[in-house]
């Protein structure tokens, strides 16, 4: 500001002596120099105002890197005014990047999040929420969000404004053969605004449906026998009854008390199959000692079902892999004899029933169960897995089945990386079968 100063009264004294100097003829010289400071206090106001014409020309959003003066006091506000204007871009792209973080992390998000305004206009949405509800994030921005969401439940929802609970909604590719459900809850906050979550919980739904036929299938295949053996108690309590009427009864409450044992081991080994780590390959077994024990089962269990006037089942079993398999060999059993006793029940005595276990080209090895059964319709053969889903419940019973075998199968199968098939066609049979990985195969020493 001193030299600012300096070079007013420079110019003025500038300017007054050069009036002296050069003064009119018949005129004060006095007077010519005051003249001159004038005139040079107005050139030096001037100029001033040039070099200030230059720093609000250069004061715009478009701005040049270089400063057009460096000197003086313009250009000293200009080195202030451009270190200012630094830091406050240095702090909008700080802040720009930290909006851009706190966005990306709701972008990355696995529930759904949209921004809503004061009058429920979509401010801001992620991939996830567009997905929901069929919206997208940039064509849809500043859009009511009730005119892209028409479900009624959301609209009432809304409007009612008591977002204490969530919602349960369908979502927007929801079917009835693939529903989707969606969970929604509103959050207001700051200016009027809302947040608005949403999570897909079908899978969470579909659980808790599964738990809930679980226990009442459970409880409907316990109470059976145990209405039956509660029959029975209270005959032999109340009558007096023959010896053989006496054994009859004794071997029908011992029929439904082996028929819970069963339920109860097969309920056992899902839940250890469930809660055990999968099986690793430092444990081999012998295939062809497995099939010998499958073979000796099977035999065993067609003598039992078959009559003495009827014929017995034809079984063939085929060995074709001398080598081992990797897993837990009291696992593979109990899958492979699933698949070999379902054959022999459902097959009527005198079918066929063909087991073989074979080592395909490509290194992987196949356990197949092939029998000359009734068959199954298509439309059951994608439940067949499903814990106590039964075509025929009186087969079933009549048979001496849980319903839980091929849910233990498949079970075994996934645990050790193998795969489980079903192809059957109705009156000419079905054929099971288990690919499992050439990983867990080696040949014989």
Known sequence: MFFRVLAFFGFQLLGAGLGFWLGLPGQSRWMDALWGALLGSSLWFILDALRAARVLAWLTPERAPELPLRSGVWGEVLERAQRLLRDKDRTIQDSDNRLQDFLSALQASPNGVILLDDTCRIEWCNQTAAS???????????QIIVNLVR????????????????????????TPTRPIRLSVQLYPYGGGRMLLLSRDVTAVEQAEAMRRDFVANVSHEIRTPLTVLAGFVETLQTLELEPEERESYLALMAQQAQRMQSLVNDLLMLSRLEGSPTPGVDTWSSVPTLMRQLSQDAS??????????????VLNFECQFQGEIAGVAAELHSAMGNLVSNAIRYTPPGGQIGVRFVRLPEGQAVFEVVDSGPGIAPEHIPRLT?????????RSRETGGTGLGLAIVKHVAQRHGAHLAVESQMGRGSKFRITFPAVRLRDAD
């Open 132 to 142: 929901h509800f069929g919206l997208d994030a940039r064509r849809d921005l500043q």
């Open 151 to 174: 479900d009624p439940g959301f609209a009432s929802y809304l409007s009612i404004r008591s977002f204490d609970r969530e919602l349960i909604m369908p979502g927007r590719d929801s």
């Open 300 to 313: 065993a269990l067609t003598h039992v079902i078959s009559a003495s006037t009827e014929p017995l089942h």
């Open 386 to 394: 499903e814990r106590f889903y039964r075509i025929d419940r009186s």
